[in-house]
């Protein structure tokens, strides 16, 4: 069934969502607030766009064009209908359709900055894959991998342009090494615990294109409160 909701407590932006799908997370909040925005940023794209939170998000912080690309056809539509219902179709647009072979027909060193909420889980013979598509393509590497993201990014940032991206913490070598075999510098990141004293299960990563050495991890950030509230700092994304 689709539904309206307000996104995360973004009161003038309102989003289409699908309760029988598979929604948005604090992930996609996580992430706009966390990418290095100046006015210098002309052109983003959104790889693995969903309904098109993280867009929506950026364009109450730029006015940059901003692209976001859905492979999954149900939920571009959700995408496309939530930005026609903020009346935001001359700065985001959405494309339906796998993002490598999309990526064949995009300008080649033309975006400042490429964002992606990617799948979490590596495909292997010990996956344990959702009987629902739309969820394995969303967790799983079905569709699109680290290599494979780093690649397109490789080829459509500007040089000097940023890949921003949120994943888990286990992966986190593994992502720091492709990015670097496609000449994308690690240059910033946060980990974000779900509680104090908790592991951290989210880490928030930005790289730049043929970006010089230096790596800065900054402060952790704790998403939730003893009692299950999310924390002053997270509410400070929502205002």
Known sequence: MQVINYLLGYKNLKIYQDTDMFNFSLDSVLLPNFITLNKKVKNILDIGTGNAPIPLILSTKTEAKIIGVEIQKEVSLLAKKSVKLNKLEKQIEIITGDINEIAQ????????????????????????????????????????NINELCQIAKSLLKNGGTLALVHRPERLLDILKVMRENNIEPKKIKFVHPKKNKNANIVL??????????????????????????????????E
Not at 207 to 227: M, Y
Request: glycine share 6%.
């Open 105 to 144: 027909t995009l300008p080649k060193n033309h975006f400042d900055i490429i964002t992606s909420n990617p799948p979490f889980f590596e495909l292997n013979e010990n996956s344990h894959l959702n009987d629902k598509e739309y969820k394995t393509l969303a967790r799983h590497e079905v569709t699109l």
């Open 205 to 238: 990563i930005e790289g730049v294109l043929n970006g010089k050495k230096g790596l800065k991890v900054t402060s952790p950030l704790i998403s939730h409160k003893a009692n299950g509230e999310y924390t002053d700092e997270i509410k400070k994304y929502f």
